[in-house]
């Protein structure tokens, strides 16, 4: 990873063009601020020597800032952000099939992270990227559909109406389900992160194959309930908020625990 912190952060904070990539603003500084209320003494201290003083939800949405630069420096970051898998009919095979995936993604990257993240040698701008990156890629991994599929670009070309304006499935999923519920993000985490110690320690149970394969069903679910051209509305948020109110907290807790183990 190059050693061009500054030149690309100066982009991202001047870039007025923000897109639809994942879970939105909102959503990634939710599971952002759900992350910081349960991480562990050593983590805390151990990020704010790479972050410095801003909390983790000041830094969400820094990748998907970046895709707004034009020099190409960060063009093979764009597959990062997700994992397209067909449909699985179990575990297993899911498993099977994430490890033939081609190429650098969500599943790749987390690990790649991790390691330049605990690697010595790594630069402390480099090190504060890759924090930066894994803090941001982690909230993807809970949003379903960046572990959909690849002939739709994980619901990207399945158009659909949000209360009556034109849009498509992946956007809506992105930010229009959050924004909707009219929350700050400090508000809504607070709202979700009310789990026991012992709940909080289930959902953090399992691997991040375990996770993924958790999202892929999900996303299933949202594909066979929303085909192409669906009119959303109120029914379809009543429908689907539990499970949205769901993956935001799970992505919280489960970038917590990534960043617990880490340090």
């Known amino acids: ?18 897109y639809s990539y994942a879970w939105g603003l909102t959503g990634h500084r939710i599971i952002a601020e759900i992350a ?35 020099t190409g420096v960060w063009k093979q970051a764009s597959s990062w952000h997700y994992v397209n898998i067909d449909p699985q009919a179990d575990f297993k095979a899911f498993g099977q099939n994430l490890k033939m995936q081609a190429g650098p993604s969500l599943y790749t990257q987390i690990n790649t992270l991790s390691s330049q993240i605990k690697d010595e040698k790594t630069s402390e701008k480099d090190r504060k990227i890759a924090l ?39 956007s809506v999923w992105d930010g229009k389900l959050v ?23 289930q959902i953090q149970a399992g691997t991040v194959e375990d996770w993924l394969y958790d999202s892929h069903k999900i996303a299933n679910k949202i594909y066979a309930q929303t085909p192409n051209d669906s009119k959303l509305s109120f029914d379809y948020q009543y429908k689907f908020n539990d499970t949205l109110e769901r993956q935001l907290l799970y992505g919280g807790l489960r970038l917590a625990k990534v960043l617990n183990d880490l340090f």
């Not at 990873?1 to 001047?14: C, G, P, Q, R």
């Not at 158009?159 to 992946?170: A, I």
Request: hydrophobic share 35%; net charge positive; charged share 25%.
């Open 132 to 170: 930066i990156f894994l803090i941001h890629i982690m909230g993807d991994l809970s949003q379903p559909l960046h572990v959909g599929r690849a002939e739709d670009l994980g619901g990207n070309k399945i158009n659909v109406t949000y209360f009556g304006d034109k849009t498509n499935l992946h």
């Open 36 to 70: 910081e209320n349960h991480l562990s003494g050593k983590a805390r201290r151990e990020i704010k020597k790479i972050m410095g003083k801003e909390r983790l939800a000041y830094w969400a949405n820094w990748p998907d800032f970046i895709k707004s630069d034009t």
């Open 1 to 18: 990873m190059k050693s061009i912190y500054s030149k690309i952060l100066i982009l991202a904070f001047i870039s007025s063009s923000l």
């Open 179 to 201: 924004d909707s519920q009219k929350y700050s993000y400090t508000e809504y985490a607070g709202l979700l992160d009310i789990k026991s110690k012992e709940e909080v320690k």
